[in-house]
Protein backbone atom coordinates (compact mmCIF):
# COMPACT_ATOMS: atom_id res chain seq x y z
CA UNK A 1 0.00 0.00 0.00
CA UNK A 2 1.40 3.54 -1.24
CA UNK A 3 0.97 5.96 1.74
CA UNK A 4 -0.81 9.05 1.54
CA UNK A 5 2.02 11.33 1.96
CA UNK A 6 3.94 9.74 -1.08
CA UNK A 7 0.70 9.73 -2.81
CA UNK A 8 0.35 13.44 -2.74
CA UNK A 9 3.97 13.75 -3.30
CA UNK A 10 3.23 12.21 -6.53
CA UNK A 11 0.57 14.05 -7.44
CA UNK A 12 2.77 16.92 -6.98
CA UNK A 13 5.08 15.84 -9.45
CA UNK A 14 2.35 14.56 -11.85
CA UNK A 15 0.52 18.64 -11.38
CA UNK A 16 4.66 20.01 -11.71
CA UNK A 17 5.68 18.16 -14.91
CA UNK A 18 3.39 19.35 -17.04
CA UNK A 19 3.17 23.40 -15.25
CA UNK A 20 7.15 23.84 -16.25
CA UNK A 21 6.02 21.98 -19.66
CA UNK A 22 3.56 24.54 -20.47
CA UNK A 23 5.42 27.64 -18.02
CA UNK A 24 8.78 26.33 -20.61
CA UNK A 25 6.41 26.81 -23.70
CA UNK A 26 4.62 29.63 -22.83
CA UNK A 27 8.18 31.37 -22.39
CA UNK A 28 9.36 30.64 -25.33
CA UNK A 29 6.15 31.78 -27.40
CA UNK A 30 6.36 35.01 -25.69
CA UNK A 31 9.71 35.61 -26.63
CA UNK A 32 9.43 34.23 -30.17
CA UNK A 33 6.04 36.27 -30.54
CA UNK A 34 7.78 39.27 -28.89
CA UNK A 35 10.51 39.40 -31.45
CA UNK A 36 8.52 38.46 -34.68
CA UNK A 37 5.77 41.11 -34.18
CA UNK A 38 8.12 43.33 -32.40
CA UNK A 39 10.23 43.14 -35.77
CA UNK A 40 7.20 43.85 -38.05
CA UNK A 41 6.11 47.03 -36.03
CA UNK A 42 9.82 48.65 -36.03
CA UNK A 43 10.15 47.28 -39.75
CA UNK A 44 6.87 49.61 -40.43
CA UNK A 45 7.74 52.12 -38.17
CA UNK A 46 11.03 52.97 -39.91
CA UNK A 47 9.42 52.18 -43.47
CA UNK A 48 7.01 55.29 -42.71
CA UNK A 49 9.57 57.22 -41.39
CA UNK A 50 11.96 56.46 -44.66
CA UNK A 51 8.68 58.09 -46.97
CA UNK A 52 8.47 61.24 -44.65
CA UNK A 53 12.47 61.47 -44.67
CA UNK A 54 12.24 61.18 -48.50
CA UNK A 55 9.23 64.19 -48.65
CA UNK A 56 11.42 66.59 -46.41
CA UNK A 57 14.34 65.78 -48.95
CA UNK A 58 12.07 66.70 -51.71
CA UNK A 59 10.60 69.64 -50.34
CA UNK A 60 14.50 71.09 -49.40
CA UNK A 61 15.85 70.35 -52.97
CA UNK A 62 13.67 72.53 -54.72
CA UNK A 63 15.30 75.13 -53.68
CA UNK A 64 17.06 77.05 -56.43
CA UNK A 65 19.40 79.07 -53.87
CA UNK A 66 20.97 77.34 -50.71
CA UNK A 67 18.96 79.17 -47.79
CA UNK A 68 20.48 81.14 -45.33
CA UNK A 69 20.87 80.39 -41.99
CA UNK A 70 17.88 81.55 -40.75
CA UNK A 71 15.61 80.68 -43.21
CA UNK A 72 17.38 77.33 -43.20
CA UNK A 73 16.24 76.96 -39.29
CA UNK A 74 12.76 77.89 -40.59
CA UNK A 75 12.29 75.72 -43.33
CA UNK A 76 13.48 72.82 -40.88
CA UNK A 77 11.20 73.88 -38.33
CA UNK A 78 8.12 74.39 -40.68
CA UNK A 79 8.97 70.66 -41.79
CA UNK A 80 9.47 69.61 -38.18
CA UNK A 81 5.65 70.92 -37.50
CA UNK A 82 4.17 68.98 -40.53
CA UNK A 83 6.13 65.82 -39.65
CA UNK A 84 5.99 65.40 -36.50
CA UNK A 85 10.05 64.45 -35.61
CA UNK A 86 13.17 66.67 -35.39
CA UNK A 87 14.97 68.09 -38.79
CA UNK A 88 18.61 68.40 -39.16
CA UNK A 89 20.24 69.20 -42.28
CA UNK A 90 23.96 68.42 -42.32
CA UNK A 91 26.63 69.09 -44.72
CA UNK A 92 28.40 66.68 -46.83
CA UNK A 93 31.57 67.54 -44.47
CA UNK A 94 29.64 66.24 -41.35
CA UNK A 95 28.61 69.80 -40.06
CA UNK A 96 25.38 70.20 -38.76
CA UNK A 97 23.69 73.42 -40.53
CA UNK A 98 20.55 73.88 -38.83
CA UNK A 99 18.87 70.84 -35.97
CA UNK A 100 15.45 71.61 -34.73
CA UNK A 101 16.18 71.01 -31.53
CA UNK A 102 19.31 72.59 -31.03
CA UNK A 103 19.17 76.76 -30.75
CA UNK A 104 21.16 78.06 -33.49
CA UNK A 105 24.02 79.76 -31.08
CA UNK A 106 24.65 76.26 -30.07
CA UNK A 107 25.11 74.83 -33.63
CA UNK A 108 29.26 75.25 -33.04
CA UNK A 109 29.09 72.55 -30.07
CA UNK A 110 27.11 69.72 -31.49
CA UNK A 111 29.44 66.79 -32.37
CA UNK A 112 30.41 66.08 -36.26
CA UNK A 113 28.08 63.76 -37.47
CA UNK A 114 30.00 62.78 -40.97
CA UNK A 115 30.72 59.07 -39.18
CA UNK A 116 27.04 58.70 -37.82
CA UNK A 117 26.05 55.02 -39.06
CA UNK A 118 22.57 56.89 -40.67
CA UNK A 119 25.01 59.29 -42.53
CA UNK A 120 27.83 56.80 -44.08
CA UNK A 121 24.82 54.68 -44.80
CA UNK A 122 22.75 57.06 -46.91
CA UNK A 123 25.27 58.22 -48.94
CA UNK A 124 26.47 54.69 -50.14
CA UNK A 125 22.87 53.42 -50.35
CA UNK A 126 20.80 56.79 -51.02
CA UNK A 127 19.40 56.31 -47.29
CA UNK A 128 20.34 55.58 -44.29
CA UNK A 129 18.49 54.47 -40.97
CA UNK A 130 20.10 53.85 -37.39
CA UNK A 131 18.04 53.55 -33.54
CA UNK A 132 19.74 54.67 -30.65
CA UNK A 133 19.77 57.25 -28.12
CA UNK A 134 20.73 60.82 -28.56
CA UNK A 135 23.75 62.24 -27.22
CA UNK A 136 22.05 65.80 -27.87
CA UNK A 137 19.13 65.40 -26.65
CA UNK A 138 19.44 62.34 -24.45
CA UNK A 139 16.11 60.12 -25.82
CA UNK A 140 15.46 57.46 -28.14
CA UNK A 141 15.35 58.29 -31.58
CA UNK A 142 14.87 56.57 -35.13
CA UNK A 143 17.08 58.55 -37.45
CA UNK A 144 16.41 58.39 -41.21
CA UNK A 145 18.94 60.62 -43.77
CA UNK A 146 18.46 61.40 -47.60
CA UNK A 147 20.77 62.97 -49.66
CA UNK A 148 20.20 66.37 -50.95
CA UNK A 149 21.84 68.41 -53.61
CA UNK A 150 20.96 72.09 -54.04
CA UNK A 151 22.21 75.01 -55.75
CA UNK A 152 25.61 73.07 -55.98
CA UNK A 153 25.70 72.04 -52.33
CA UNK A 154 25.88 68.28 -50.80
CA UNK A 155 24.72 67.09 -47.86
CA UNK A 156 21.95 65.19 -46.00
CA UNK A 157 18.38 65.55 -44.90
CA UNK A 158 17.88 63.41 -41.38
CA UNK A 159 14.87 62.96 -39.89
CA UNK A 160 14.74 61.65 -36.15
CA UNK A 161 11.59 60.32 -34.74
CA UNK A 162 11.30 59.87 -31.26
CA UNK A 163 10.65 56.35 -30.81
CA UNK A 164 8.29 57.25 -27.30
CA UNK A 165 5.24 55.59 -29.40
CA UNK A 166 6.80 52.72 -30.85
CA UNK A 167 8.01 51.87 -27.12
CA UNK A 168 4.20 52.28 -26.01
CA UNK A 169 3.25 50.04 -28.81
CA UNK A 170 5.78 47.18 -27.69
CA UNK A 171 5.77 47.70 -24.29
CA UNK A 172 1.88 46.99 -24.22
CA UNK A 173 2.66 43.73 -26.35
CA UNK A 174 5.21 42.70 -23.95
CA UNK A 175 2.26 43.79 -21.15
CA UNK A 176 -0.34 41.79 -23.20
CA UNK A 177 1.99 38.72 -23.78
CA UNK A 178 2.96 37.94 -20.14
CA UNK A 179 -0.68 38.26 -19.08
CA UNK A 180 -1.37 36.32 -21.76
CA UNK A 181 1.18 33.39 -20.92
CA UNK A 182 0.47 33.63 -17.06
CA UNK A 183 -3.63 33.18 -17.94
CA UNK A 184 -2.58 30.28 -20.40
CA UNK A 185 -0.23 28.83 -17.56
CA UNK A 186 -3.23 28.94 -15.02
CA UNK A 187 -6.10 27.61 -17.02
CA UNK A 188 -4.05 25.83 -19.78
CA UNK A 189 -6.30 26.13 -22.34
CA UNK A 190 -9.04 27.85 -24.28
CA UNK A 191 -9.42 31.29 -22.29
CA UNK A 192 -5.51 31.66 -23.13
CA UNK A 193 -6.17 30.62 -26.83
CA UNK A 194 -8.80 33.40 -26.85
CA UNK A 195 -7.39 36.12 -24.88
CA UNK A 196 -3.93 35.29 -27.55
CA UNK A 197 -6.61 36.13 -30.40
CA UNK A 198 -7.67 39.18 -29.16
CA UNK A 199 -4.15 40.35 -28.85
CA UNK A 200 -3.31 39.05 -32.82
CA UNK A 201 -6.18 41.47 -33.44
CA UNK A 202 -5.08 44.29 -31.81
CA UNK A 203 -1.73 44.28 -33.11
CA UNK A 204 -3.51 43.33 -36.51
CA UNK A 205 -4.98 47.29 -35.84
CA UNK A 206 -2.14 48.67 -35.02
CA UNK A 207 -0.56 47.53 -38.28
CA UNK A 208 -3.61 48.72 -40.07
CA UNK A 209 -3.09 51.99 -38.37
CA UNK A 210 0.60 52.26 -39.60
CA UNK A 211 -0.64 51.03 -43.02
CA UNK A 212 -3.26 54.14 -42.89
CA UNK A 213 -0.41 56.36 -41.91
CA UNK A 214 1.79 55.27 -44.96
CA UNK A 215 -0.76 55.71 -47.11
CA UNK A 216 -2.06 59.25 -45.79
CA UNK A 217 1.82 59.60 -46.20
CA UNK A 218 2.13 58.91 -50.14
CA UNK A 219 -1.12 61.11 -50.52
CA UNK A 220 0.71 64.23 -48.75
CA UNK A 221 3.20 63.27 -51.35
CA UNK A 222 0.93 63.32 -54.43
CA UNK A 223 -0.72 66.46 -53.13
CA UNK A 224 2.93 67.87 -53.34
CA UNK A 225 3.61 66.82 -56.50
CA UNK A 226 -0.14 68.24 -57.87
CA UNK A 227 0.85 71.50 -55.98
CA UNK A 228 4.37 71.68 -57.44
CA UNK A 229 3.35 70.78 -60.79
CA UNK A 230 0.38 73.88 -60.65
CA UNK A 231 3.37 76.52 -59.71
CA UNK A 232 5.73 75.34 -62.40
CA UNK A 233 2.50 75.67 -64.84
CA UNK A 234 1.66 79.35 -63.32
CA UNK A 235 5.56 80.32 -64.04
CA UNK A 236 5.68 78.87 -67.24
CA UNK A 237 3.12 81.30 -68.77
CA UNK A 238 4.27 84.22 -67.44
CA UNK A 239 7.38 83.27 -68.53
CA UNK A 240 6.50 82.34 -72.62
CA UNK A 241 4.46 85.92 -72.88
CA UNK A 242 7.83 87.39 -71.43
CA UNK A 243 9.91 85.96 -73.82
CA UNK A 244 7.57 86.82 -76.62
CA UNK A 245 7.77 90.16 -75.62
CA UNK A 246 11.24 90.22 -75.32
CA UNK A 247 11.87 88.76 -78.88
CA UNK A 248 9.53 91.09 -80.58
CA UNK A 249 10.86 94.16 -79.25
CA UNK A 250 14.73 92.50 -80.04
CA UNK A 251 13.01 92.07 -83.74
CA UNK A 252 11.35 95.60 -83.82
CA UNK A 253 13.88 97.93 -81.56
CA UNK A 254 17.14 96.36 -82.59
CA UNK A 255 18.53 98.93 -84.80
CA UNK A 256 17.60 101.99 -82.64
CA UNK A 257 19.33 100.35 -79.33
CA UNK A 258 22.95 101.34 -78.52
CA UNK A 259 25.39 98.25 -77.64
CA UNK A 260 24.83 98.38 -73.68
CA UNK A 261 21.49 98.16 -74.59
CA UNK A 262 21.29 95.38 -76.84
CA UNK A 263 23.59 93.69 -74.44
CA UNK A 264 21.17 94.04 -71.75
CA UNK A 265 18.40 92.72 -73.88
CA UNK A 266 20.35 89.74 -75.15
CA UNK A 267 21.17 88.71 -71.43
CA UNK A 268 17.27 89.19 -70.36
CA UNK A 269 16.35 86.67 -73.41
CA UNK A 270 19.13 84.26 -72.54
CA UNK A 271 17.31 84.42 -69.12
CA UNK A 272 14.32 83.82 -70.08
CA UNK A 273 14.92 81.13 -72.04
CA UNK A 274 16.75 79.30 -69.36
CA UNK A 275 14.49 79.91 -67.01
CA UNK A 276 11.39 78.34 -69.83
CA UNK A 277 13.81 75.20 -70.33
CA UNK A 278 13.95 74.93 -66.35
CA UNK A 279 10.28 74.74 -65.67
CA UNK A 280 9.63 72.79 -68.61
CA UNK A 281 12.18 69.79 -67.81
CA UNK A 282 10.36 70.07 -64.06
CA UNK A 283 6.77 69.82 -65.94
CA UNK A 284 8.33 67.05 -67.82
CA UNK A 285 9.70 65.12 -64.48
CA UNK A 286 6.18 65.45 -62.53
CA UNK A 287 4.27 64.07 -65.52
CA UNK A 288 6.80 61.12 -65.52
CA UNK A 289 6.84 60.86 -61.53
CA UNK A 290 3.26 60.73 -61.62
CA UNK A 291 2.64 58.72 -64.41
CA UNK A 292 0.77 61.18 -67.27
CA UNK A 293 3.58 61.21 -69.52
CA UNK A 294 1.89 59.83 -72.62
CA UNK A 295 4.02 59.76 -76.02
CA UNK A 296 2.30 58.97 -79.65
CA UNK A 297 4.66 58.16 -82.12
CA UNK A 298 5.00 58.09 -85.47
CA UNK A 299 7.04 56.70 -88.79
CA UNK A 300 10.35 59.17 -89.40
CA UNK A 301 13.27 59.07 -91.33
CA UNK A 302 15.99 59.14 -87.83
CA UNK A 303 19.06 60.46 -90.57
CA UNK A 304 16.92 63.57 -91.61
CA UNK A 305 15.27 64.34 -88.32
CA UNK A 306 18.92 64.04 -86.73
CA UNK A 307 20.64 66.02 -89.13
CA UNK A 308 17.65 68.91 -88.17
CA UNK A 309 18.38 68.67 -84.94
CA UNK A 310 22.37 68.66 -84.88
CA UNK A 311 22.15 71.82 -87.32
CA UNK A 312 19.37 73.53 -84.90
CA UNK A 313 22.01 72.52 -81.47
CA UNK A 314 24.99 73.61 -84.00
CA UNK A 315 25.24 77.56 -82.12
CA UNK A 316 25.27 76.01 -78.53
CA UNK A 317 28.11 73.89 -80.14
CA UNK A 318 29.89 77.15 -81.57
CA UNK A 319 29.71 78.82 -77.72
CA UNK A 320 31.50 75.52 -76.27
CA UNK A 321 34.19 75.34 -79.04
CA UNK A 322 33.20 72.22 -80.50
CA UNK A 323 32.47 70.93 -83.83
CA UNK A 324 29.22 68.50 -84.25
CA UNK A 325 30.11 65.90 -86.73
CA UNK A 326 27.43 63.56 -88.46
CA UNK A 327 28.09 60.71 -90.39
CA UNK A 328 24.94 60.50 -92.68
CA UNK A 329 23.86 57.15 -93.34
CA UNK A 330 24.11 56.44 -97.03
CA UNK A 331 20.37 55.61 -97.09
CA UNK A 332 17.16 56.62 -95.42
CA UNK A 333 16.58 54.63 -91.66
CA UNK A 334 13.38 54.34 -90.52
CA UNK A 335 12.07 54.73 -86.71
CA UNK A 336 8.48 55.00 -84.80
CA UNK A 337 9.29 58.31 -82.72
CA UNK A 338 8.10 61.22 -81.34
CA UNK A 339 9.42 64.07 -83.36
CA UNK A 340 9.43 66.77 -80.15
CA UNK A 341 10.66 63.84 -77.70
CA UNK A 342 13.01 62.43 -80.28
CA UNK A 343 14.62 66.30 -80.21
CA UNK A 344 14.61 66.20 -76.50
CA UNK A 345 16.71 63.38 -76.01
CA UNK A 346 19.01 63.95 -78.80
CA UNK A 347 19.43 67.70 -77.86
CA UNK A 348 20.26 67.09 -74.43
CA UNK A 349 22.94 64.14 -75.55
CA UNK A 350 24.17 67.07 -77.81
CA UNK A 351 24.32 69.64 -75.04
CA UNK A 352 26.19 67.30 -72.67
CA UNK A 353 28.34 66.24 -74.81
CA UNK A 354 29.50 69.48 -76.16
CA UNK A 355 29.52 70.82 -72.00
CA UNK A 356 32.47 68.35 -71.30
CA UNK A 357 34.15 68.05 -74.45
CA UNK A 358 37.23 69.74 -74.65
CA UNK A 359 37.80 72.94 -76.79
CA UNK A 360 38.50 72.74 -80.18
CA UNK A 361 37.31 68.52 -79.88
CA UNK A 362 34.81 66.43 -82.30
CA UNK A 363 31.49 65.27 -80.95
CA UNK A 364 30.45 62.15 -83.95
CA UNK A 365 27.04 61.62 -83.73
CA UNK A 366 26.04 58.38 -85.95
CA UNK A 367 23.19 55.82 -86.93
CA UNK A 368 23.41 52.12 -87.92
CA UNK A 369 20.62 49.46 -87.97
CA UNK A 370 21.78 46.04 -87.03
CA UNK A 371 20.57 43.51 -84.55
CA UNK A 372 16.83 44.44 -85.36
CA UNK A 373 17.75 48.15 -83.88
CA UNK A 374 17.95 51.44 -85.13
CA UNK A 375 20.73 53.22 -82.75
CA UNK A 376 21.65 56.84 -82.64
CA UNK A 377 25.36 57.26 -80.93
CA UNK A 378 26.52 60.78 -79.73
CA UNK A 379 30.76 60.34 -78.94
CA UNK A 380 32.25 62.89 -77.21
CA UNK A 381 36.15 63.35 -76.09
CA UNK A 382 35.48 64.30 -72.64
CA UNK A 383 36.57 63.18 -69.43
CA UNK A 384 34.72 60.44 -68.85
CA UNK A 385 32.35 58.84 -66.06
CA UNK A 386 34.30 57.32 -63.72
CA UNK A 387 33.06 54.01 -62.49
CA UNK A 388 32.03 54.69 -59.41
CA UNK A 389 29.58 56.98 -60.86
CA UNK A 390 28.28 55.13 -63.83
CA UNK A 391 25.33 53.39 -61.17
CA UNK A 392 23.82 56.75 -60.94
CA UNK A 393 24.39 58.65 -63.87
CA UNK A 394 20.36 58.42 -64.92
CA UNK A 395 19.83 59.28 -61.44
CA UNK A 396 17.52 62.44 -60.86
CA UNK A 397 19.22 65.76 -59.76
CA UNK A 398 22.61 63.88 -60.16
CA UNK A 399 25.97 65.37 -62.17
CA UNK A 400 29.45 63.76 -62.01
CA UNK A 401 30.71 66.39 -59.14
CA UNK A 402 30.22 69.63 -58.03
CA UNK A 403 32.68 71.35 -59.90
CA UNK A 404 30.74 69.93 -63.00
CA UNK A 405 27.51 71.79 -61.65
CA UNK A 406 29.47 75.10 -60.65
CA UNK A 407 31.13 75.47 -64.50
CA UNK A 408 28.49 73.85 -66.92
CA UNK A 409 25.00 74.08 -64.44
CA UNK A 410 21.74 72.68 -65.35
CA UNK A 411 19.21 70.45 -63.35
CA UNK A 412 20.55 66.98 -63.06
CA UNK A 413 17.70 65.93 -64.89
CA UNK A 414 18.58 65.91 -68.24
CA UNK A 415 19.28 62.20 -68.48
CA UNK A 416 16.49 60.87 -66.31
CA UNK A 417 14.21 62.51 -68.07
CA UNK A 418 15.69 61.14 -71.27
CA UNK A 419 15.54 57.80 -70.13
CA UNK A 420 11.52 57.81 -69.36
CA UNK A 421 11.19 59.53 -72.78
CA UNK A 422 13.37 56.72 -74.87
CA UNK A 423 11.55 54.12 -72.54
CA UNK A 424 8.14 55.64 -73.26
CA UNK A 425 9.02 54.92 -77.05
CA UNK A 426 9.81 51.53 -76.44
CA UNK A 427 13.69 51.80 -76.68
CA UNK A 428 16.67 52.28 -74.61
CA UNK A 429 19.22 54.59 -73.46
CA UNK A 430 22.57 53.34 -72.59
CA UNK A 431 25.90 54.26 -72.64
CA UNK A 432 30.02 53.42 -72.89
CA UNK A 433 32.71 55.17 -70.93
CA UNK A 434 36.20 55.66 -70.19
CA UNK A 435 38.13 57.98 -67.77
CA UNK A 436 40.33 60.12 -69.76
CA UNK A 437 39.00 59.02 -73.28
CA UNK A 438 35.64 59.79 -73.56
CA UNK A 439 31.69 58.58 -74.02
CA UNK A 440 29.45 57.52 -75.76
CA UNK A 441 25.62 57.45 -75.84
CA UNK A 442 23.07 55.25 -77.36
CA UNK A 443 20.16 55.75 -78.32
CA UNK A 444 18.17 52.23 -79.37
CA UNK A 445 14.75 52.04 -80.90
CA UNK A 446 13.32 48.74 -82.52
CA UNK A 447 13.62 48.61 -86.23
CA UNK A 448 9.97 48.53 -87.73
CA UNK A 449 11.34 47.49 -91.26
CA UNK A 450 13.22 44.56 -89.47
CA UNK A 451 11.81 43.27 -86.66
CA UNK A 452 13.21 40.59 -84.58
CA UNK A 453 11.74 37.06 -84.64
CA UNK A 454 9.90 35.41 -81.84
CA UNK A 455 11.06 31.47 -81.55
CA UNK A 456 7.79 30.69 -83.20
CA UNK A 457 8.51 32.78 -86.46
CA UNK A 458 6.32 36.06 -85.60
CA UNK A 459 7.66 39.53 -85.69
CA UNK A 460 7.99 40.74 -81.94
Not at 80 to 104: A, C, M
Not at 206 to 231: G, H, P, T, V
Not at 390 to 398: A, G, L, N, V
Amino acid sequence: MVPLGRLGMNYKKLFLVPMVIVFVAAAGSVGVGQWYIGGLLKSDYQRQAILETRMVASAFSHFREFPKDTELHEFAAELSKVSGGRVSIIDIDGTVLTDTDVPNDALKGVENHANRPEILQAYKEGVGVAMRTSATVGKSLTYVAVPYHVDQRKGTVRLAVYNTKLENIMFKQRTLFVVTALIGISIVGGIGLVVMRGYVRQISLERENLESARISAQAADKAKSEFLSSINHELRTPLTSSLGSLGLLNSLAKDDFSDQRQELLDIAIKNNEAMLRLVSELLDYEKILSGQMKIETSRYDLSELTSRIVKNNEGYAQKQSVNFVFKVPPKPIFADVQEHRFGQILGNLLSNAAKFSPSGSDVEISINSSNAHVTVSVADCGSGIPDDFKDKIFEQFTQIDSSSTREHGGTGLGLTISKALTEGMGGTLDFDSQVGVGSTFYVSFPDPENPRLSSDGNAT
